[in-house]
């Protein structure tokens, strides 16, 4: 009977141990849904390999920042920019900047989200960028310039969207380039299961 209690209790410590192990899985990969009008993208953030850049994200995203912002920069064949402006062309006011995460392994590859900076390496708030080609050797560590841009996840689901906003005519407006003549707005960024 002891024998039977025991190998009942390792059992209940090992399901335990599984349950907190995936729990701590589930923390380094959070996904976030983007709603935009031009469909719906799923993104996979990797939190073990760019901890700062996704919790800053992270933080943009439960305030409800995204929300009705625009993709305000969109070149074919290199990526989709949003996270800072509205319809207006107006940006929108952030918190402070972060540290440049870019030599953590991870590669400005297609489908890939990363953080838009300045030329300052350490000056990246809210917008962000996703490749729509493979930018690795360009916007990695030593392409454009020393420093990169940091990459903190994936689309996992949605790149059909990308695409379809990638290809959207674009021009001028308020003085900024590479504008869609359409604006395609974020109608919402949620964290998948909340």
Do not use: W
């Amino acid at each position: 009977m002891l024998y039977v209690c025991l190998a009942s209790f390792a059992f209940f410590g090992l399901f335990l141990m599984s349950a907190v192990d995936a729990g701590a899985a589930a923390d380094d990969k959070p996904v976030v849904v983007l709603e935009t009008t031009a469909g719906t993208i799923t993104i996979e953030l990797d939190h073990a390999k760019a901890p700062i850049t996704v919790e800053n994200f992270l933080k943009y995203v439960d305030s409800g920042f995204y929300d009705n912002l625009i993709f305000h920069r969109v070149m074919k064949g290199f990526m989709i920019q949003g996270g800072g402006m509205d319809d207006k062309m107006r940006e929108k006011d952030t918190n402070p900047p972060i540290k440049n995460e870019a030599s953590n392994g991870l590669k400005n590859e297609r489908g890939t989200i990363a953080m838009a900076r300045t030329s300052n390496p350490n000056s990246a708030t809210a917008q962000f960028f996703i490749n729509h080609a493979d930018n690795s050797r360009n916007l990695g560590p030593g392409g454009v310039d020393a420093y990169g841009y940091a990459v903190f996840g994936k689309v996992t689901d949605g790149m059909d969207v990308v695409d379809k906003i990638a290809n959207m005519a674009t021009g001028t407006r308020a003085g900024h380039g590479d504008v869609p003549l359409q604006p395609i707005y974020i109608k919402s960024a949620k964290r998948k299961g909340k």
